[in-house]
């Protein structure tokens, strides 16, 4: 198991002091063109000092690639400034700061990007209500999105981040060009497994050769992911345990799981003995850290996820007790904050999209 207090050094040299982390959480505070704003810095710098890694919520790396208003912008040069006081606003007590970056592909709506239509792999819509169809990408335009991963990348460095995590879960573009539900296409970009991870592998490799071509000391490279899917078609543990075992071999710094709860298991006949967290540890099998996550909400939950991780996401917890990891750490747990009424979520700068969110996953936490 993973000692909570002990520092632990990504493969690139960077420290951590310990092994909590704040994962990524849009606020829906950003300006509507994605610029940071007080609000923001207020909310990260009332929620940082105590764990060894603050993950940023999203950040779109290009204008039809945002998913929400409200939610930060790295696709121009104009965001460095506000993104520097954001990176600076994490950074206290040693805590390290990482910049989560995205494009939404089909995960968005035209009122959200200008009045355009939602781009994709395929022409399919998503499964969730009012979804659109989405235009189907043109390979310059996937070219060019890998493009401006690379510049997100600079600007993530420019503005003092200590790394970025490169957001292929929960349904937006890296995962939808590996879910064969959302990627129909027979080209070099999809059919076959290989195919469809083509576009990642194409991604990650562009934004490790910028981060050693800039030769930041230091600086990391972290990579989201879903375990499973539920639509049909739609890829399962066993296919991502393979994704798994491909990007454990890049030189990345760590893997970050996205799980509604850590200890969940899968719903495939033959992987039915443990967890999909335990899963993919062993296939990770030491070769970088693994980050778990999903609803951690005390000690035994925390103990528990380390069990099959290196470092544990606080989320929701976080939120709701900007001080859930300090409290811990000063093993003063009896004072954890577990609910929410609606006068704290002002306190606590709980933007009402948010709030919003967590009315339907979490509504035992909130109290009306
Ligand atoms: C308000 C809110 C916003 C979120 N935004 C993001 C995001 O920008 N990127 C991401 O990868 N996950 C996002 N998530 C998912 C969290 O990172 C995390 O995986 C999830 O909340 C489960 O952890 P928890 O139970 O500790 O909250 C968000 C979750 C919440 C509650």
Redesign the pocket.
Known sequence: MSNITEPLTFNRGLEIKNRLAI????TRMSYYDGTVTGDEIAYYGMRTGAVGLFIT??ANIQKNGMGWTGELGVYDDKFIPGLSRLASAIKRDGTKAVL?IFHAGRMTDSKTIEGEQPVAPSAVAAEKEGAEIPRELTNEEIEEIIENFKQATIRAIKAGFDGVEL?G??HYLLHQFFSPHSNRRNDKWGGSLEKRYHFIERVVDAVIETVDTMKVPDFIIGY?FSPREETDPGYNLKESLWLVDKLAQKKLDYLHI???RYDRKTNVPEYQEKSMLAYVHDTINGRMPLIS????RDRADLEAALEHSEIA?????S?IDPNWSAKILAHRDSEIRSTLNLQDKDILMIANG?YA??EM??PDRLVK
């Open positions: 994962p990524p959480m849009t919520g999203v989560q957001h879960a929960n989201r996205s799980l509604t996550v999903g609803d951690i996401a606080i989320g929701c917890s939120l948010t969110f967590m996953k979490v």
